[in-house]
């Protein structure tokens, strides 16, 4: 897998005495960036390109994350977003993902292999990734689409992580689910294709989960809204210690029932 974004986020190691400042660069480009208060399914997919990693020296292992955190209410969800781009500049370092992460417990995306797997983007070859979190729509799966049409057109109803390098386009044979500090859950959290069978997966999330900020009044019934941030990872390899970029703001989505 491909990526890692374009700008810049730096640390700080000791060289000699003097302070050096290593940069990692951070994703930068989104091509669609939907809003929670959206009424069209077909805008609540995610695309952004990413970027070659740095070869800086100090720095480990590089690529990117996507976090995300679940809201019922979507003056919470816009306050803690507004709180975390306040801070994303140059100047501020890696402020935004350290507040992201620490402060208001963003969760990396996971998949649905493995509970333990999550969505993390290695820092390569500039790729565009393309990716829904739950399915509009049933017709179009791992199995069906070996066609070029349907593979340019998975994405735009079905849950899928997806790349496409020129005009072609690929699919990971897992789909994003909730991290794994919540267990093997989906985003399909009223279940809409009604496949969850043993009832466990496909489920609302639940005041005390990692990732869901719970409040007392909804903004509408039966809708949650999810906020997704991309952000490059690197470590330092004196400290063995995360790294991370200014933090890209990939927008956010509805999740209602009947949707």
């Not at 017709?139 to 849950?159: C, F, H, Q, V, W």
Request: proline fraction near 3%; hydrophobic fraction near 30%; aromatic fraction near 14%.
């Amino acid at each position: 897998m491909s990526a890692l974004f374009c700008v810049f986020a730096g640390f700080i190691v000791s060289s000699c005495g003097m302070d050096e400042v290593i940069s990692i660069e951070e994703p930068t480009v989104t091509y669609n960036d939907p809003l929670y208060s959206s009424s069209d399914p077909l805008t609540w997919y995610f695309n952004f390109k990413t970027a070659p990693s740095s070869d800086a020296e100090g720095l480990g292992y590089t690529g990117t994350d996507v976090y995300y955190k679940i809201y019922n209410n979507y003056s919470n969800l816009t306050s803690q977003r507004n709180a975390i781009n306040s801070v994303n500049t140059s100047s501020s370092g890696s402020t935004a993902a350290t507040r992201m992460i620490e402060t208001y417990s963003y969760q990396p995306l996971g998949t649905s292999t493995s509970t333990n797997k999550a969505v993390f983007f290695e820092g390569h070859d500039s790729t565009t990734v393309i990716f829904r979190l739950k399915n509009y729509q049933s017709g179009i799966s791992n199995e069906s689409a070996d066609s070029d049409d349907l593979l340019k057109t998975r994405y735009t109803l079905n849950a899928c992580i997806g790349y496409k390098v020129s005009t072609d386009y690929t699919y990971e044979e897992y789909v994003p689910y909730r991290n794994s500090a919540v267990g093997n859950k989906s985003f399909d959290f009223f279940d809409y294709d009604e496949d969850d069978k043993g009832g466990t997966r496909d489920v609302e999330p639940a005041e005390g989960d990692a990732d869901y900020y719970h409040s007392a009044s909804f903004s509408e019934e039966n809708c949650y809204y999810v906020q997704l941030f991309a952000v490059a990872r690197a470590w330092n390899t004196e400290s063995v210690s995360p790294v991370y970029s200014l933090v890209l703001d990939l927008g956010s989505v509805p999740i209602r029932k009947g949707e």
